[in-house]
């Protein structure tokens, strides 16, 4: 991969919202991912990033989560990703603001 | 792709569980893809597939959901996913009977 070239990283997280911590933390990881890609679903972003800007969203989560609590995965499908998504059904917006929806 | 080849295949759902009937659906999602994958999150499988599984488990998913209220992502990462995908955090064990999860 070339210097600055971007691909499409999906990031996807659960967190435990058992306690008052847990829901901030989740409301965090959301604000921080909508820095760097398009919400698909509650916990599913698609981010068009380059290797320093992958690499920065992944420190920031990082730091945010519990990592003996919450699971923070990320998947790499490069810069041909056209035909590798399917999609089924309704495609919702998101607001990142309404705490409701996490 | 040769016939018979197999990919790695990320599904990713939400289903809207306001209703009783949206609860069932997210069971039923959930149960159908335990058939053909691992569960990683609560609403991510990785899923080993050939190209005819991949139908198969689209065409069912896409049976159960209400395709007004809910979403279904397929994300396909090839046969060379190895350094794809990256996980940070806890990794939890998910029983699909357990409904308290849904």
């Known amino acids: 991969m070339e210097v600055g070239e971007k691909m499409l990283v999906l990031i996807t997280y659960d967190v435990n919202t058992e306690t ?3 829901k901030r ?3 965090k990881v959301a604000k921080q991912c909508v ?3 398009q919400r698909v679903q509650n916990s599913v972003f698609e ?6 800007k992958y690499r920065q969203v992944k420190a920031i ?3 945010i989560v519990d990592k003996s609590k919450d699971s923070l995965r990320f998947y790499n499908l490069g810069d ?3 035909n590798k998504v399917e999609h089924i059904g309704a495609k919702k917006s ?9």
Chains 1, 2 share one sequence.
């Open 20 to 22: 008052e911590a847990g």
């Open 25 to 27: 933390r989740l409301r």
């Open 35 to 37: 820095n760097y890609g």
């Open 47 to 52: 981010c068009n990033l380059d290797a320093a």
């Open 61 to 63: 989560l990082e730091d």
């Open 80 to 82: 041909k990703y056209k």
């Open 94 to 102: 998101f607001d990142v603001t309404d705490t409701l929806i996490f």
